[in-house]
Nanobody, 117 residues
């Protein structure tokens, strides 16, 4: 019903920047009702919340990325973004796009972000 596709992951040095994108397709009605979010999962760990942007536009960040990452979306393009600055090795993970309507989640396939010298 809703398909999400992440892009923009790469290998980057500590202190560098990346911008991730998440494009939505499928049921436009459902997409327009979604809250959006970014999650990440490092090997051997559980998936954790990075940032959210609600249907009405309210934004929240996990403590470890606050002040470094910025979440945004373009409703006309049905695309969400995550601008990541001052990247640290501990930011290394697969980053996943999430859309939620009424507690039901849609997920992208993930994009790899590796922060290393």
């Amino acid at each position: 019903q809703v398909q999400l596709m992440e892009s923009g992951g790469n290998l980057v040095q500590p202190g560098g920047s990346l911008r991730l994108s998440c494009a939505a397709s499928g049921d436009i009605f459902v997409i327009n009702l979604m809250g959006w979010g970014w999650y990440r999962q490092a090997p051997g760990t559980q998936r954790e919340l990075v940032a959210t942007i609600a249907r009405g536009g309210s934004i929240g960040y996990a403590d470890h990325v606050k002040g470094r990452f910025t979440i945004s979306r373009d409703n006309a393009k049905m695309t969400m973004y995550l601008q990541m600055n001052s990247l640290k090795p501990e930011d290394t993970a697969v980053y996943y796009c999430n859309g939620r309507v009424g507690g039901r989640d849609s997920w992208g396939q993930g994009t790899q972000v590796t922060v290393s010298s």
